[in-house]
């Protein structure tokens, strides 16, 4: 029986941006594989390159050398509509800042991504994430009618609604409070145990690393540690 290929495979990823002050080397050589299924939980200082290699890893930045794979295929070989169309129902990511629309309602927020896949049915399904993060009572208001661990609920549905293959979340409880926070976890954790998803995590959190089954810690573009948590 041949084994899946692994959700996400990163081969000698290097990054590096241009400033004022010249050319400024993100990631150096960074190669990573991870399991379909997986969560792997990316820790270390600011600075390290933690949300440059998920960008990078979600299709989100360009790497400047190296391969990226993602579900068998090498998106670092795709132009950027094609990027786009490929990243849409099988990869979802969830912010820090949340990045909801403010002139749309949470139910539209969550429909989003579903009508650009010409979903028949994006409405209903959006209720139905809503409901499962327990924000149904809350999909006629409006982000500014939010809190703030209200709209990551939206942002979570948002992302899982497409049913994505890889979550990716950057420091998604980094702007709430710690059990608005433990909540956000809770459902990252369930959902990705109900739906096999992998679940690629940046986080400063010791604690929300460790309920990953891997931890990685970067330090100056690489990954200079790896650890199994033992977390089923």
Known sequence: MNNPPPALQLQDISLTLKSLAGPVDILAGVSLSVAAGESVALTGPSGSGKSSLLMVAAGLEKPSSGKVTVTGTDITQLGEDALARFRLGRVGVVFQSFHLIPTMTALENVAVPLELMGVADAFDRAERELRGVGLILRADHYPGQLSGGEQQRVALARALAPGPQILFADEPTGNLDSATGSGIADLMFAL????????????????????????????????????STGSA
Request: aromatic share 2%.
């Open 192 to 227: 990705n145990a109900e739906r096999g998803a992998t679940l690629f995590l940046v986080t400063h959190e010791e604690s929300l690393a460790r309920r990953c089954n891997r931890m990685l810690r970067m330090a100056d573009g690489k990954i200079a540690a790896h650890a």
